[in-house]
């Protein structure tokens, strides 16, 4: 573990970058190519270390799956020939992994089990296992399956209608997942919208389901087919630039290629809101996911309140709105937001901390935080809680800070956004 000191720059930031590929689509990539018959290419891969977990799980079910740099060309065999892994699979850090694939291996026909590092080991996985119980999967593991380390006896599922309760992505693709092996009809109704590259995904893959409002249905038994797939920029790494440039007095920023799909464009709206100067473009699809460029320049900002609906397209940008909010003219209110408590680490405890410790006045509430702007950050040292967001929170907020901050742990930023302090360095020239 080591610490990173970054000396403010005292100028904007500056020219074009390309974030890496999207961490949700990446993910769901390795997955339906893993699960298809025949050969898938993914480009613009993430290759950040959670992703990876997932490419390593298929891995030991016997999937040949080749890496060069961010291309990936993935063997399948289809679901049928893949084998009982050996050693237990390790999920890491990844949420995204445990709770997708939780639906996968309790629909295959094997033994699994799995387990995941000291954070992941302590996150919710009741929320997948109770309603995959419900199809009847076989599942056993710490605290009657609501923690990790996990086991799956696969089983054939029956489908299911679900109503979930807690408004997830993960949970409703590893339903969707777990609903597409099973024998008949698997109905997910959602507590309200969220991302949905699992939707737009599965018929790329010859997945077919049906979205009507916020119930999708999909039929058993399918097997995907092979297909190749460019992933956009991730629009969650995205957005540590998108704030950098709007706080920092003479910026003129344009981050390219960036996946702009409506379910998880809050940040630009919500920037917009606070008075940011943002404009997108899109200027192709994948799929049916929109891909454009984001300008954004230095501006003023004023607080708001960021609740409601718009929380699940902003959960992941919780951490770097919060630094948006702290130079904002007023006070900006997060509500709705105690998911946040259940993420890498407890955001909201983290964020408000490292706000503190920069000498912010921030107010923690159980589902959100009250930051008053516009606040002069002094510097110092911030722990990253080994949560890669956290971590990058404070690398952006060393943009406008009056000394060196520290970022403790920066290794943790790896698991999402590898090139970081690279396409730093890059828009600091
Ligand atoms: C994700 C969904 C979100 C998000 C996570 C990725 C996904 O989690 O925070 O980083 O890829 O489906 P929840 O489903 O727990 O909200």
Same mark, same amino acid.
């Given at each position: 573990?080591?610490?990173?000191?970054?000396?403010?720059?005292?100028?904007?930031?500056?020219?074009?970058?390309?974030?890496? %590929?999207?961490?949700?689509?990446?993910?769901?990539?390795?997955?339906?190519?893993?699960?298809?018959?025949?050969?898938?290419?993914?480009?613009?891969?993430?290759?950040?270390?959670?992703?990876?977990?997932?490419?390593?799980?298929?891995?030991?079910?016997?999937?040949?799956?080749?890496?060069?740099?961010?291309?990936?060309?993935?063997?399948?065999?289809?679901?049928?020939?893949?084998?009982?892994?050996?050693?237990?699979?390790?999920?890491?850090?990844?949420?995204?992994?445990?709770?997708?694939?939780?639906?996968?291996?309790? %629909?295959?026909?094997?033994?699994?089990?799995?387990?995941?590092?000291?954070?992941?080991?302590?996150?919710?996985?009741?929320?997948?296992?109770?309603?995959?119980?419900?199809?009847?999967?076989?599942?056993?593991?710490?605290?009657? %399956?609501?923690?990790?380390?996990?086991?799956?006896?696969?089983?054939?599922?029956?489908?299911?209608?679900?109503?979930?309760?807690?408004?997830?992505?993960?949970?409703?693709?590893?339903?969707?997942?777990?609903?597409?092996?099973?024998?008949?009809?698997?109905?997910?109704?959602?507590?309200?919208?969220?991302?949905?590259?699992?939707?737009?995904?599965?018929?790329?893959?010859?997945?077919?389901?049906?979205?009507?409002?916020?119930?999708?249905?999909?039929?058993?038994?399918?097997?995907?087919?092979?297909?190749?797939?460019?992933?956009?920029?991730?629009?969650?790494?995205?957005?540590?630039?998108?704030?950098?440039?709007?706080?920092?007095?003479?910026?003129?920023?344009?981050?390219?290629?960036? %996946?702009?799909?409506?379910?998880?464009?809050?940040?630009?709206?919500?920037?917009?809101?606070?008075?940011?100067?943002?404009?997108?473009?899109?200027?192709?699809?994948?799929?049916?996911?929109?891909?454009?460029?984001?300008?954004? #320049?230095?501006?003023?900002?004023?607080?708001?309140?960021?609740?409601?609906?718009?929380?699940?397209?902003?959960?992941?940008?919780?951490?770097?709105?919060?630094?948006?909010?702290?130079?904002?003219?007023?006070?900006? #209110?997060?509500?709705?937001?105690?998911?946040?408590?259940?993420?890498?680490?407890?955001?909201?405890?983290?964020?408000?901390?490292?706000?503190?410790?920069?000498?912010?006045?921030? #107010?923690?509430?159980?589902?959100?935080?009250?930051?008053?702007?516009?606040?002069?950050?002094?510097?110092?040292?911030?722990?990253?809680?080994?949560?890669?967001?956290?971590?990058?929170?404070?690398?952006?907020?060393?943009?406008?800070?009056?000394?060196?901050?520290?970022?403790?742990?920066?290794?943790?930023?790896?698991?999402?956004?590898?090139?970081?302090?690279?396409?730093?360095?890059?828009?600091?020239?």
């Amino acid at each position: 573990m080591s610490t990173i000191e970054l000396t403010p720059p005292k100028k904007g930031i500056n020219g074009t970058i390309e974030v890496p %590929g999207d961490k949700s689509i990446s993910h769901r990539a390795v997955i339906f190519s893993g699960l298809a018959e025949g050969t898938s290419k993914i480009s613009n891969f993430l290759t950040g270390e959670d992703c990876m977990r997932t490419v390593q799980a298929f891995r030991q079910m016997g999937v040949t799956i080749e890496q060069n740099d961010d291309e990936l060309i993935v063997h399948g065999k289809g679901i049928r020939s893949l084998s009982e892994p050996v050693a237990p699979i390790n999920f890491g850090n990844s949420g995204t992994t445990a709770r997708l694939m939780s639906g996968v291996l309790a %629909g295959l026909p094997l033994f699994s089990t799995a387990f995941g590092d000291e954070s992941l080991s302590k996150r919710p996985m009741d929320r997948v296992v109770v309603p995959l119980r419900d199809m009847g999967a076989k599942i056993s593991g710490r605290k009657n %399956g609501g923690l990790l380390p996990l086991s799956f006896d696969g089983s054939r599922l029956k489908g299911t209608t679900h109503e979930l309760q807690v408004r997830s992505a993960q949970v409703k693709s590893s339903l969707l997942l777990a609903g597409m092996l099973a024998e008949g009809e698997t109905k997910v109704i959602e507590a309200g919208t969220t991302r949905n590259h699992t939707e737009m995904l599965m018929p790329q893959y010859g997945i077919d389901l049906e979205v009507d409002g916020r119930m999708i249905t999909i039929k058993g038994e399918q097997q995907p087919k092979a297909a190749d797939l460019r992933v956009p920029g991730d629009i969650s790494s995205a957005a540590f630039f998108i704030v950098g440039a709007a706080i920092t007095p003479g910026s003129k920023l344009t981050i390219r290629n960036v %996946g702009l799909n409506v379910t998880r464009n809050g940040i630009v709206q919500v920037m917009k809101l606070m008075g940011a100067n943002i404009t997108t473009t899109v200027h192709t699809h994948i799929g049916d996911e929109p891909v454009g460029d984001i300008h954004v #320049e230095s501006s003023t900002l004023n607080a708001i309140s960021i609740e409601g609906d718009m929380i699940p397209n902003v959960i992941d940008e919780i951490p770097i709105l919060a630094l948006a909010a702290t130079q904002a003219e007023g006070t900006t #209110e997060i509500k709705d937001a105690k998911e946040l408590r259940f993420k890498e680490t407890d955001r909201i405890k983290a964020v408000a901390e490292n706000l503190r410790k920069l000498g912010v006045k921030v #107010e923690e509430r159980e589902d959100g935080l009250q930051i008053k702007g516009r606040a002069s950050l002094s510097g110092g040292t911030l722990q990253s809680f080994g949560d890669h967001r956290i971590g990058m929170m404070g690398a952006i907020a060393s943009l406008i800070s009056e000394n060196v901050i520290s970022i403790q742990d920066k290794e943790c930023i790896n698991i999402s956004y590898p090139s970081f302090f690279n396409d730093l360095n890059k828009v600091l020239l």
